[in-house]
């Protein structure tokens, strides 16, 4: 096994055992379909992400609060539209 397969293998626990499950499912699942596709700076900036409290991270995902400008890069905007797709694909509200 890659350093790399150690490193991805890594991200998406990190991604599905958040400790919140409304953030474990999306999150989850947009690592588990884009991670392997990721440069190292993209994954660097998903981990930077998964450090943020779950609450946090969450809200700013579903909107419900502003995301601060220093997490609201191409990462952020990814996820966001990732989990728009996932609800809009399922004929339901756009989430949250």
Same mark, same amino acid.
């Given at each position: 096994?890659?350093?790399?397969?150690?490193?991805l293998?890594?991200l998406?626990?990190?991604a &599905?055992?958040?400790?919140?499950?409304?953030?474990?499912l999306i999150?989850?699942?947009?690592?588990? !379909?884009?991670?392997?596709? #990721?440069t190292?700076?993209?994954?660097?900036?998903?981990?930077?992400?998964l450090?943020?409290?779950d609450?946090?991270?969450?809200e &700013?995902?579903?909107?419900r609060?502003?995301?601060?400008?220093?997490?609201?890069?191409?990462?952020? !905007?990814?996820?966001?539209? #990732?989990?728009?797709?996932?609800?809009?694909?399922?004929?339901?509200p756009?989430?949250g």
């Open positions: 096994m890659t350093q790399e397969d150690i490193r293998k890594r998406k626990y990190r &599905w055992h958040r400790g919140f499950r409304e953030a474990d999150l989850g699942p947009f690592a588990d !379909r884009y991670a392997e596709t #990721f190292a700076e993209q994954l660097d900036s998903l981990e930077a992400l450090e943020h409290p609450q946090d991270l969450y &700013w995902i579903v909107e609060t502003p995301t601060p400008p220093e997490v609201d890069g191409e990462m952020m !905007r990814l996820i966001k539209q #990732f989990r728009f797709d996932a609800f809009e694909s399922r004929g339901g756009h989430g």
